[in-house]
């Protein structure tokens, strides 16, 4: 049995974290298949979106907490403590990798997504919730810090500061509904109609160019650390330049609207 499970839906590809029966916890036999996959997806050029999802009735629900949590790989010789230092950049590098995609990732959020499976879904370009699913920062709850895998940064910059160390001191449930209120998530839709809202919103990417796609999901993310509005105009202008510049597409665009068809990009 696979924990993590890939399907091809012409150029979208649908990983599903599937242990259900643990709610898709971060356990290292999970995690590290599912990282790998990433690494794949990224390098697959006829991918064009990536939607992560859950098996069963959760998203993930963070931390392991069954004491059977696989092994870590590559740990012979290490101590503990070194080897609880690599699990966590283990951890971090999942969240680095899927902000790092060069496709543009959705959740599908199907459940429960709990400390670091909040962290997941932050992680993702796009997030669209099932009425069912509701977000919990953990930590705090376990006697921790609710600071983890880039919470406190990435969940700040979604809903705003206040909001988000309310959440994160309270360790209350957000459900779904108040998550798309205060814009944590785009929409909310039926349980059984979550896959395939996701899989519209891909369709509508990926009729547009993959070097406009690219590079907007690249500027969408530097901008949260720009240092000012100028140096990030500056970088815009310079991606919009390159595609202008170096294809056809514009010409493409302008065509289609006269011709009153879908436009072909070429790129």
């Known amino acids: 049995m696979s924990f993590v499970e890939v399907e091809r839906r012409g150029d979208v590809a649908i990983v599903t974290l599937n242990r259900p029966e643990r709610m ?6 999970v995690m590290v298949p599912f990282r790998d996959e ?3 997806l990224s390098d697959d050029n006829e991918v064009r979106v990536v939607i992560l999802t859950g098996a069963g009735r959760g998203f993930c629900s963070g931390a392991d907490q069954s004491g059977e949590r696989g092994g870590m790989p590559n740990t012979d010789g290490l101590t503990g403590v070194t080897i609880a230092l690599r699990a966590m950049e283990l951890l971090d590098d999942i969240i680095v990798t899927l902000r790092r995609l ?3 990732v959705i959740a599908a959020v199907n459940g429960p997504a709990i400390g670091g499976g909040l962290c997941l879904a932050l992680a993702c370009d796009i997030r669209v919730a099932a009425e069912s699913a509701y977000f919990r920062a953990a930590g705090i709850n376990n006697g921790l810090t609710a600071s983890e895998l880039g919470l406190s940064y990435l969940l700040p910059r979604a809903i705003g500061s206040s909001r988000a ?16 209120a205060i814009g944590l998530v785009s929409r909310v839709v039926p349980d059984d109609q979550l896959l395939e809202s996701a899989l519209e919103t891909a369709a509508d990417i990926t009729r547009w160019s993959r070097p406009g796609v690219e590079l907007t999901k690249r500027t969408l993310q ?13 970088a815009e202008g310079v991606g919009q330049l390159l595609v202008r510049l170096l294809t056809k597409n514009f010409e493409e665009a302008i065509v289609a609207r006269k011709e009153k068809r879908p436009p072909e990009f070429r790129d």
């Open 24 to 29: 898709n916890s971060m356990a290292f036999d």
């Open 38 to 40: 990433l690494r794949r």
């Open 102 to 104: 060069h496709q543009p």
């Open 165 to 180: 160390a309310e959440i994160m001191l309270t360790g209350r449930d957000l459900p779904a509904a108040e998550a798309a």
């Open 222 to 234: 530097d901008s949260l650390d720009a240092a000012s509005l100028e140096q990030h105009m500056h």
